[in-house]
Structure formats: structure tokens, C-alpha cells
Nanobody
Framework: QVQLMESGGGLVQPGGSLRLSCAAS????????MGWYRQAPGKQRTLVAT???????NYADSVKGRFTVSRDSRKNTVDLQMNSLKPEDTAVYYC?????????????????WGQGTQVTVSS
């Protein structure tokens, strides 16, 4: 069982930045896939950015060049740096994890999920 805890959400103006962090109860080096997903009101949860234990990354087209996902083994976290935020980035952001590294390519095969953190981009 892996427990995940997100932090760092909030309200930001368009063009601004936020950094999300996901702390894991298991050593992240042992977790094959971790990453970030989001769910806007009335929509399904979708992949935002994921990273494997071998540091392979996968991004949704809508965030490429603006978001960066990374693993910090010292803090035992997976972080999402979000720059040039847009109103359409508004959503609840969830951290997901799975021991199969192939899950970095999937919208719905992560086994473990955090509670989510709200990100609102608005002027």
C-alpha cells in the first residue's frame, strides 16, 4: 500500500506559476511510475505529466513546454512545476503511483491516488 499526499495548489493569475509536490509513504525509487493527473468539473480525469523510476517522462500535449515533472529522492517526492498557467489548467490535480513503469503512459492504470489539490487559474 502506498499513501500519497499532494501539496502546493492554490489560486494564481493567468501567466503565473505554481509548484505541486507529492509525498509518498514508500521510497519513490521502488515505485515504477508516478505522476500527475487532473480533473476539471464535468470532465474525466486525464494524464498531465508522469515519470518512471528510470526518469522517462510523459506529458499531455496541452502542457508540453510549460510543465515539468521531476523526482526528488532526497525529499521522496514527485513535483510538478507549472509555468505560464492558463484558465483551462484549472482543475483538481491528483498524484498517482503504480509499481509498473508502463503506467506512465496511461490515464487509468495507476493503482494508488492522493486526495487531490485544487489549482485555480483566474484573474
Amino acid at each position: 500500500q502506498v499513501q500519497l499526499m499532494e501539496s502546493g495548489g492554490g489560486l494564481v493569475q493567468p501567466g503565473g506559476s505554481l509548484r505541486l509536490s507529492c509525498a509518498a509513504s514508500e521510497t519513490i525509487a521502488k515505485i515504477g511510475a508516478m505522476g500527475w493527473y487532473r480533473q476539471a468539473p464535468g470532465k474525466q480525469r486525464t494524464l498531465v505529466a508522469t515519470i518512471s523510476s528510470g526518469a522517462i517522462t510523459n506529458y499531455a500535449d496541452s502542457v508540453k513546454g510549460r510543465f515539468t515533472v521531476s523526482r526528488d529522492s532526497r525529499k521522496n517526492t514527485v513535483d510538478l512545476q507549472m509555468n505560464s498557467l492558463k484558465p483551462e489548467d484549472t482543475a483538481v490535480y491528483y498524484c498517482g503511483a503504480d509499481f509498473d513503469p508502463r503506467s506512465i503512459y496511461s490515464d487509468d492504470t495507476m493503482t494508488y491516488w492522493g486526495q487531490g489539490t485544487q489549482v485555480t487559474v483566474s484573474s
